[in-house]
């Protein structure tokens, strides 16, 4: 099984100002449970950044571990990024914005991810007021290790 997305759009889409169509802004097929709320966000994402003309290199994708720190991968393929350790995602956006600060850093981070083990570096990240977009996933559970129970999905 391939998790690429087919390449096959209908020629007559739109670009956005900068020349770019929305599919040059998705990423790999999503492996989460059929119909999880990640997902909306991971299409909106898209739908945002292709409206905003952000051209996809200069942005940066951050994040930790879980279901929703997996959908980098589902989202702007032609992007750099970086799937860091659970809850450790803050330090390593730091250490980015210090090596560049000419890219855009879009943190992608889960309830748990944030406030549960990762809490201790969140309030650090938002005390320096670190130059990131910083989304929190919030699904109330540990959805990555829990969610054939918990998470509804
Ligand atoms: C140091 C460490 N502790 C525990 C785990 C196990 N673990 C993996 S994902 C996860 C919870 C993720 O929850 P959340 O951030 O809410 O993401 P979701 O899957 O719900 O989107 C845990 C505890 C781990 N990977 N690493
Ligand atoms: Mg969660």
Known sequence: MTYQRPNFR???LPQNKIGFYRKDYE???STL???CGHDSISGAIIQACYEMAIEP???AKLSGIG???KTPAYFLGNSHGFNSV???MPSVATG???ANKDLLYLGVSGDGDTASIGMGQFVHAIRRNLNILYIVM???CYGLTKRARQCHC
């Open 67 to 69: 279901c929703s720190s």
């Open 57 to 59: 290199h200069r942005l």
């Open 33 to 35: 449970c059929a119909g």
């Open 86 to 88: 659970h809850g450790r």
């Open 96 to 98: 980015a914005v210090m």
């Open 138 to 140: 919030n699904n109330g």
């Open 27 to 29: 990423g790999a097929l």
């Open 10 to 12: 209908h020629p007559d």
